[in-house]
């Protein structure tokens, strides 16, 4: 399963080499926009973008609503993970 993290592109870092600083959750990453850009939609444009990444590459531009509600439920799963582990851990699963 591949599973894209949505951030936004802060700074375009290396536009020669199609290189941003993408924020996911306040934390921020290098990341390649080379499949994102072309002649039509160039690197300085990604700037402020909501992006997919996955393994270090943008894979697809987003919109802001799309983007929160996957980050929401990443979240819901995220939660839904501890509880079953905390289970688990109690002898209840």
């Known amino acids: 399963m591949c599973l894209g993290i949505p ?11 199609k290189l941003a600083t ?17 002649e039509e939609y160039p ?3 990604c700037l402020g973008d909501w992006v997919l990444v996955h393994v270090g590459f943008a894979m697809s531009r987003i919109d802001e609503e799309q983007a929160a ?6 979240t819901e799963l995220g939660e839904v993970q501890a509880e079953l582990a905390a289970m688990r851990g109690s002898g209840g699963g």
């Open 43 to 45: 690197v300085e444009r």
């Open 7 to 17: 951030g936004r592109i802060v700074e375009i870092s290396d536009a020669a080499n």
């Open 22 to 38: 993408v924020e996911i959750g306040g934390v921020r990453r290098p990341v390649n926009i080379a499949c994102i850009v072309d």
């Open 69 to 74: 509600r996957t980050l929401e439920a990443l």
